[in-house]
C-alpha cells in the first residue's frame, strides 16, 4: 500500500524524492514487511548506511574494513540489540533504538538527526534485507526486574552465581576477560 502512495506522490510532484512522509497517515508509516520498498526508503539507506553495511545490506559496504567491528550483516537476520529473547527477531523498537543512539565504540554513530519518518523509511529498509521479517514475528520484550539495592549480602550471592553460572571460564575471576576459554576470542 506505501508503495502505491509513494508512486502516488512521486507522479503528483514529478519529483523522485519528494519527502512525502508529512503527507502520509502516521498509520500507513507503520513499517510492514509485506510491501516493496518505496525508493526514497531505499535512496535513504543507500546515503546514511549502504557506505559501511552496503547497498545489498550484506555488511560489506566500501568502508566495512575499516571498522575492528565489523558492520553487520542484515542478510542473515541476526541481531545483537534486542529486547527480545535468544533467537528472537528485533521489535522495531529496538531498531529506531540502536539507529538513534548508535553503538558505542563502534563505526555505528548515532542518528539522532534523522526524523521519525526517515528513521521508519531506515528500519524498514534493514528489515527487507532478510526474509526472516516477513516470515517470523518478534517476540515480546523482555521484562527487566527493578536494580537490587546495592547490600553487601547481595553483592556476595552476585559473586556467588557469577561463579557457579561459569561466567569465570571467560570473564576470568575479577572480570578482566581472562578466563581459560576467553583464548578464542578477539578484541
Ligand atoms: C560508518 C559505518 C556505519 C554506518 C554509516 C552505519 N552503520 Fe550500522 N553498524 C555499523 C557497525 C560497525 C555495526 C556493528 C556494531 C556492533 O556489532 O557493536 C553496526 C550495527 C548496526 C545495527 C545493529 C544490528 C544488531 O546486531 O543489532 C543496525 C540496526 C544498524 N547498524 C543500522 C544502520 C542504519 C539503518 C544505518 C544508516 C542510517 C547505519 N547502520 C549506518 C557501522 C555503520
Ligand atoms: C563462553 C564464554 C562466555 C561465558 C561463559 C560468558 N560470557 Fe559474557 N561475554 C562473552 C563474550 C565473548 C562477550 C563479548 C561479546 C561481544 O562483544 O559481542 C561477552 C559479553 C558479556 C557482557 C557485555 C559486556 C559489555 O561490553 O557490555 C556481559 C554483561 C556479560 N558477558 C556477562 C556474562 C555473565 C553474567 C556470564 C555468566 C552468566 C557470562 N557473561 C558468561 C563470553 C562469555
Same mark, same amino acid.
Given at each position: 500500500?506505501?508503495?502505491?502512495?509513494?508512486?502516488?506522490?512521486?507522479?503528483?510532484?514529478?519529483?523522485?524524492?519528494?519527502?512525502?512522509?508529512?503527507?502520509?497517515?502516521?498509520?500507513?508509516?507503520?513499517?510492514?514487511?509485506?510491501?516493496?520498498?518505496?525508493?526514497?526508503?531505499?535512496?535513504?539507506?543507500?546515503?546514511?548506511?549502504?557506505?559501511?553495511?552496503?547497498?545489498?545490506?550484506?555488511?560489506?559496504g566500501p568502508a566495512?574494513?575499516?571498522?575492528?567491528?565489523?558492520?553487520?550483516?542484515?542478510?542473515?537476520?541476526?541481531?545483537?540489540?534486542?529486547?527480545?529473547?535468544?533467537?528472537?527477531?528485533?521489535?522495531?523498537?529496538?531498531?529506531?533504538w540502536t539507529i538513534?543512539?548508535?553503538?558505542?565504540?563502534?563505526?555505528?554513530?548515532?542518528?539522532?538527526?534523522?526524523?521519525?519518518? %526517515? $528513521?521508519?523509511?531506515?528500519?524498514?529498509? #534493514?528489515?527487507?534485507?532478510?526474509?526472516?521479517?516477513?516470515?517470523?514475528? /518478534?517476540?515480546? +520484550?523482555?521484562?527487566?526486574?527493578?536494580?537490587?539495592?546495592?547490600?553487601?549480602?547481595?553483592?556476595?550471592?552476585?559473586? %556467588? $552465581?557469577?561463579r557457579i553460572a561459569?561466567? #569465570?571460564?571467560?570473564?576470568?575471576?575479577?572480570?578482566?576477560?581472562?578466563? /581459560?576459554?576467553? +583464548?578464542?576470542?578477539?578484541?
Amino acid at each position: 500500500m506505501l508503495a502505491s502512495i509513494g508512486l502516488a506522490a512521486t507522479l503528483a510532484t514529478g519529483c523522485e524524492y519528494s519527502s512525502p512522509h508529512r503527507a502520509i497517515s502516521a498509520a500507513a508509516m507503520s513499517a510492514s514487511n509485506d510491501i516493496v520498498p518505496p525508493r526514497w526508503t531505499q535512496r535513504l539507506y543507500e546515503s546514511n548506511c549502504a557506505v559501511c553495511h552496503g547497498i545489498q545490506g550484506d555488511g560489506n559496504g566500501p568502508a566495512a574494513g575499516m571498522f575492528l567491528t565489523r558492520p553487520r550483516d542484515f542478510l542473515a537476520g541476526i541481531f545483537k540489540f534486542r529486547s527480545t529473547p535468544s533467537g528472537s527477531l528485533p521489535t522495531d523498537e529496538d531498531l529506531f533504538w540502536t539507529i538513534t543512539h548508535g553503538l558505542r565504540w563502534t563505526g555505528m554513530i548515532a542518528r539522532p538527526d534523522l526524523s521519525k519518518a %526517515e $528513521l521508519q523509511d531506515v528500519v524498514h529498509q #534493514v528489515k527487507t534485507f532478510s526474509p526472516k521479517f516477513a516470515a517470523e514475528k /518478534p517476540s515480546a +520484550s523482555v521484562t527487566v526486574a527493578p536494580r537490587p539495592p546495592r547490600t553487601p549480602a547481595l553483592m556476595e550471592q552476585g559473586k %556467588e $552465581l557469577f561463579r557457579i553460572a561459569d561466567c #569465570v571460564s571467560c570473564h576470568g575471576e575479577q572480570g578482566r576477560g581472562d578466563g /581459560p576459554l576467553s +583464548s578464542g576470542y578477539e578484541g
